[in-house]
């Protein structure tokens, strides 16, 4: 049998099976003062407001329903205008894809035009040199 050292705990026990080689658990834990005590306390950081009594705790609780439903309005605001920024990023998405598509299509009009213009300029040029061939072969077989 285990018998416990601290100065504050007058229980005695068994040790936990699983920590038999490690360390001595009582068999009256939670009624053990030190460790009950360390279970049970607030952390060190916690920082409690003395509860008052009467028409303090009224105003109090008045105060702190109008900073809620001040808070649950701007939530509100800022849920509103999240779903009117995301419907004005629908209508902008469905503008640059119209874009797009219109651009693609300017760009195989531009290039089709661009063929156009260098037909016209060439022809010309083409038409001399084929007439400028007749003739070199009109005077080849007549002079020969």
């Excluded at 809620?68 to 920024?85: F, L």
């Excluded at 290039?111 to 003739?135: D, F």
Aim: charged letters at 25%.
């Amino acid at each position: 049998m285990y018998v416990c050292r601290k100065t504050s705990c007058a229980f005695t026990g068994t040790p936990h099976p699983r920590h038999r080689s490690t360390e001595k658990i009582h068999f009256l834990f939670f009624f053990h003062r030190e460790k009950r005590d360390k279970m049970s306390a607030p952390p060190p950081d916690a920082r409690y407001v003395p509860v008052s009594t009467g028409k303090e705790t009224n105003d109090k609780l008045h105060e702190t329903k109008l900073k809620i439903a001040d808070v649950q309005e701007t939530i509100r605001g800022n849920m509103e205008s999240a779903m009117n920024r995301g419907e004005q990023l629908t209508i902008l998405e469905s503008k640059s894809a119209d874009l797009s598509e219109s651009s693609n299509v300017f760009q195989k009009k531009s290039k089709r035009l661009l063929c156009q213009q260098r037909w016209n300029a060439m022809r010309p040029v083409l038409i001399g040199l084929l007439l400028l061939l007749i003739l070199i072969l009109i005077l080849y077989f007549a002079l020969r």
